[in-house]
């Protein structure tokens, strides 16, 4: 089976409080004069209390067009997108030169050549090296590249691959848009990466296993969460609608999922779960009827880096296995939602 061999998360460079933050926002994304109740409200209530940023917070009034945000993503998607790989390598006791297939993932910034080409040089990668860059999965994008990785590594099962995720999720946020689904964006989101080493069958490697992945898309979801792309940039599509999207659909696909394997909720050890924010984790933990603690780690990331969008579930995920691994043979479930509306489960033995 495929192995995760090692997890590596980086933080952009400049931390603040949440009330920082949100005085930032106040200052440079609202209209002058404008009511900051609502905004207050959101960030005090949305379980973070401090952000790793991309930019200084003097710097974000700066950001005049999507042109500027995106070469400010690239700025440090780059060097950061290289700490998270090289690091990852390192622990897994791997060179760059090993590596066999690298997939890159974001949402929050666009570039051709694309972020995983501009690193082969950069860190001493094979020229040969298999790309695959990847856009619009969103928050699912950090379980699903586990899974895609698992994928392709059934069928080369002597290969080393890479999944990076980078999201630098403040160069997003929208001036003068004073709708809540903006409002809770810039409540939530912060600015890190993350990397996953994984190895097919035929190498050695400690870590999990990858037991089995599962996909699922919910019918006439679409507009419930993803980006209107207009001339200011990804502007965020986040209905009020998505905990309840998931109290209806997320049980029966989890038990659907783990009883192809003889399983039940009850097995599970470790919940690895993506956090998408109180509300959102609330609706999780009342449709899987989880224990108190199960989502423990999960609450904790949130509150101290925010939401990583695809990079959060990465980031858990080397939590779980630095601070509470389960006990060796038993059964994990790794989970992430993004647009579409979709779920991705990937099932582990740690």
Request: proline share 6%; with cysteine; glycine share 10%.
């Amino acid at each position: 089976m495929t192995r995760i061999a090692a997890v590596h998360g980086a933080l952009a460079p400049h931390q603040y409080a949440q009330s920082e933050v949100t005085d930032m926002i106040a200052t440079t994304c609202l209209p002058e004069g404008a009511d900051r109740r609502l905004l207050d409200r959101l960030h005090e209530g949305a379980g973070v209390r401090a952000r790793h940023m991309a930019l200084r917070l003097e710097e974000y009034a700066g950001l005049q067009d999507f042109g500027v945000a995106n070469d400010a993503f690239l700025d440090l998607a780059v060097p950061l997108g290289a700490e998270a790989v090289t690091s990852a390598l390192d622990a897994a006791g791997l060179a760059p030169r090993d590596v066999d297939l690298l997939m890159f993932t974001s949402v929050t910034g666009i570039a051709a050549p694309s972020v995983d080409a501009r690193l082969v040089g950069r860190i001493g990668l094979r020229p040969d090296v298999k790309r695959i860059p990847v856009f619009g999965l969103g928050c699912v994008a950090g379980a699903a590249g586990v899974a895609r990785l698992h994928d392709y590594l059934l069928g080369h099962p002597d290969d080393l691959a890479v999944l990076l995720s980078v999201e630098l999720c403040s160069l997003t946020f929208q001036r003068e848009d004073l709708s809540p689904a903006n409002m809770v964006a810039t409540a939530l989101f912060g600015d890190g990466a993350a990397a996953v080493v994984a190895c097919g069958a035929r190498r050695a490697a400690a870590g999990p296993a990858v037991v089995d992945t599962r996909s699922h898309l919910y019918p006439d979801t679409e507009q419930v969460m993803g980006w209107d792309i207009t001339g200011s940039g990804f502007r965020i599509v986040l209905d009020a609608s998505v905990p309840e999207v998931v109290r209806k659909g997320l049980a029966a696909d989890v038990d659907a999922f783990l009883a192809d394997h003889g399983l039940i909720r009850d097995d599970i050890t470790a919940w690895v779960c993506h956090p998408g924010g109180p509300k959102v984790l609330r609706a999780v933990e009342e449709a899987l009827a989880l224990p108190a603690d199960a989502l423990d780690l999960t609450w904790r990331s949130l509150a101290a880096v925010g939401n990583l969008s695809s990079s959060s579930v990465l980031h858990v995920l080397r939590d779980t296995l630095a601070e509470r691994r389960p006990p060796p043979g038993t059964p994990g479930l790794l989970l992430a939602m993004g647009p579409g509306f979709c779920s991705e489960l990937v099932l582990l033995r740690w």
